[in-house]
């Protein structure tokens, strides 16, 4: 018994579809689609391998980079942070542990809330001492500006 071109490129695109649910990122859905459209293709048509291939490569990436971006947003959802701008559950405030020495010109880390995260301080602080959380450095909201207590 030998499976048809279609029902393969069906059959793989339900295999990126079940790896799609276990890995983040939301990228193989496209792939998922770029196999189903040569699959439906392969079904109606008779093409060479070569040009399957193609019509996938192609298909996939345009829908991908065309798509992602969009998907993310309605897919995303929203969460706390996102209805109230004033951070409800903040570290700003919070008291954290020096894990890492921080210095003027070298940013350390500190864990808080059981996280660790890259800090930054305008004086020498020594691993293990406490620091409280006085603003958040970056754009990313990765770096904190801590300061002794």
Do not use: H
């Not at 279609?6 to 649910?21: D, K, M, S």
């Not at 942070?81 to 940013?107: C, E, F, H, Q, W």
């Not at 004086?123 to 801590?146: A, H, R, Y």
Request: hydrophobic share 50%; proline share 3%; with cysteine.
């Amino acid at each position: 018994m030998t499976l048809s071109p279609a029902l393969i490129w069906f059959l793989v695109g339900v295999a990126f579809l079940i790896v799609e649910l276990f890995l983040p990122g939301f990228i193989l859905i496209f792939f998922t689609a770029g196999c189903w459209i040569v699959a439906l293709i392969v079904w109606l048509t008779d093409i060479e391998l070569s040009l399957q291939i193609l019509i996938f490569t192609v298909s996939s990436l345009v829908l991908l980079f065309s798509l992602r971006k969009y998907s993310m947003k309605i897919f995303k959802g929203t969460t706390r942070d996102d209805l109230d701008d004033r951070y409800a559950d903040s570290k700003i405030g919070k008291t954290a542990i020096v894990t890492k020495a921080i210095t003027p010109n070298m940013p350390g880390e500190i864990k808080v809330m059981g996280s660790f995260w890259r800090a930054i301080s305008d004086i020498n602080i020594e691993e293990g001492q406490s620091v409280l959380i006085t603003s958040q450095e970056s754009e990313d909201g990765l770096t904190f500006k801590v300061k002794l207590l």
